[in-house]
């Protein structure tokens, strides 16, 4: 079956490095998305991402935040500058159709 | 704004005994709900959606959700739980068809034998 794919499944980066988590949707998926997880926290929508351009963002998804879809299969989350506060599982989600989506099992990301 | 609440944190069953895993959500509109099932070091995998229509909605796995407008909820059941039911429950609102879901805080159901 096919699934979305996450690496690296854990990163640690030192705070104010950049890091990308990177996210192989399934390949005929036109939908595709990142969540995150604080610890203790709900999910939380980050963006949305269709057609090549960010479809909808939330608050949390502010300049520091930046998305990619490079290369037609992959499809890349960078934060420019970490905070502590970034530290959080990364959920990264596509779909055929909206309604439908598949999530990959996540990036725990550490930031020190 | 929209959002989710599940009160129950933990919940403990026998195998074999029904389950009911509770979920209200507060929006003005008619919302879309879905619940997803995540088990240990996987990602979320979706059990079933409501959009409209019958208020009774089917999922994967043996489960069902009633939508219940006048109580705002959309509670998930399964009639009789198996040890591989045990996981982590997130009942989610979307305005949009599942483009910006809004989860709650998940249930943990662990399943004794």
């Known amino acids: 079956e096919p699934e979305v794919t996450q690496t690296p499944s854990h990163q640690v980066t030192q705070m104010g490095q950049e890091v990308i988590l990177r996210c192989v949707p399934i390949s005929n998926h036109l939908y595709f998305y990142w969540y995150r997880q604080i610890l203790g926290q709900k999910v939380e929508f980050l963006v949305s991402f269709y057609n090549n351009e960010i479809s909808e963002k939330s608050e949390i998804f502010d300049d520091q935040f930046s998305v990619e879809r490079p290369d037609g299969s992959n499809f890349t989350l960078k934060i420019r500058s970490t905070k502590l506060e970034d530290s959080a599982m990364y959920f990264c989600a596509s779909g055929r159709e909206r309604e439908k989506l598949f999530f990959g099992s996540g990036t725990q990301l550490s930031v020190l | 704004a929209q959002s989710v609440t599940q009160p129950d944190i933990h919940i403990t069953v026998s195998e074999g005994a029904s389950l009911e895993l509770r979920c209200n959500y507060s929006?003005?509109?008619?919302?879309?709900l879905f619940w997803y099932v995540q088990s240990p070091g996987q990602g979320l995998q979706l059990l079933l959606k409501y959009f409209s229509g019958d208020t009774l909605v089917q999922g994967i796995k043996g489960f069902e959700a009633e939508f219940k407008r006048s109580q705002s909820s959309f509670n998930l059941r399964k009639p009789s739980v198996h040890w591989s039911d045990a996981a982590e429950y997130f009942c989610?609102?979307?305005?949009?068809?599942?483009?910006?879901?809004?989860f709650g805080g998940g249930t943990r159901l662990m399943v004794k034998p």
């Open positions: 989610a609102v979307d305005n949009n068809a599942g483009n910006m879901l809004t």
């Open positions: 929006y003005g509109a008619t919302p879309y």
